[in-house]
């Protein structure tokens, strides 16, 4: 099982990205979905986004840098999908994308002030969890996370169907967390941390990573 190392799911994203930016804006074929208060919680994502204070950023997982392109200071976007590093770089006219694996990031210890990673950490399975954060505490001290909160219509996790626009049929793991939870599983892996939003669709939260932190004997 798995979702940051299936060459599957690789596909999928980078077949999705020039139509990726639908599901955000409520467009194509989520123009129909009945998502009550969506457009404002998105507008809230971006103001948090953008109220995080001036750093050097690393977005793990930035696919077209929706809402990347919010952050102020330096903003390097990573993605698998060389379609959507494509868009993402249009999109940061003053930072960079490029293609990597958010499981071995391509950084040395202590590159960024933060990692922000988006709708990312509650695809990853327990194995790729624990390798994504290890790698964020490496490369940084502190980590945003911002995913999908739990609805009623769906169990909390589950592989879940996806359908592209030109009908072809995909499958991706899916978790939905609400902030308490996020937390609570960062904080296993030696975080602490504090609830950024939460709201009906999202919840983001940011976390101090200690993995790295100087002994102090
Ligand atoms: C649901 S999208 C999230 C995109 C963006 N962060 C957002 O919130 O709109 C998940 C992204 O993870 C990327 N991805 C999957 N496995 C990856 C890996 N091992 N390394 C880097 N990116 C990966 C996909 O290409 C895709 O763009």
């Not at 979905?33 to 994502?45: C, I, K, N």
């Not at 995080?52 to 930035?62: E, I």
């Not at 169990?155 to 995909?170: F, V």
Request: aromatic fraction near 10%.
């Amino acid at each position: 099982m798995s979702f940051a190392r299936d060459a599957a799911t690789h596909a999928y994203y980078d077949a999705r990205a020039g139509e990726y930016d639908e599901w955000y804006e409520g467009e194509g074929r989520f123009a129909d979905r009945d998502r009550p208060g969506w457009s404002a919680e998105v507008e809230e994502l971006v103001r948090v986004v953008d109220a995080l204070p001036s750093g050097r950023t690393l977005d793990v997982a930035c696919g077209t840098a929706f809402l990347t392109q919010h952050l102020q200071g330096f903003a390097v976007g990573l993605d698998q999908s060389p379609s959507m590093v494509a868009l993402a770089q249009e999109r940061l006219p003053d930072g960079l994308a490029l293609t990597g694996d958010a499981l071995a990031l391509p950084f040395a210890d202590r590159a960024f002030d933060r990692v922000l990673t988006a709708h990312f950490y509650g695809h990853l399975v327990p194995e790729e969890r624990t390798a994504f954060l290890a790698e964020a505490a490496r490369v940084a001290s502190e980590l945003i996370v911002i995913d999908s909160a739990p609805r009623e219509d769906r169990p909390l996790e589950g592989w879940e169907q996806r359908i592209l626009n030109d009908g072809s049929e995909h499958k991706v793991f899916k978790r939905f967390l609400t902030p308490e939870t996020i937390l609570e599983e960062l904080g296993e892996a030696g975080g602490t941390g504090e609830t950024l939003y939460e709201g009906r669709w999202f919840s983001a939260v940011r976390a101090t990573l200690w993995t790295n932190a100087p002994s102090v004997d």
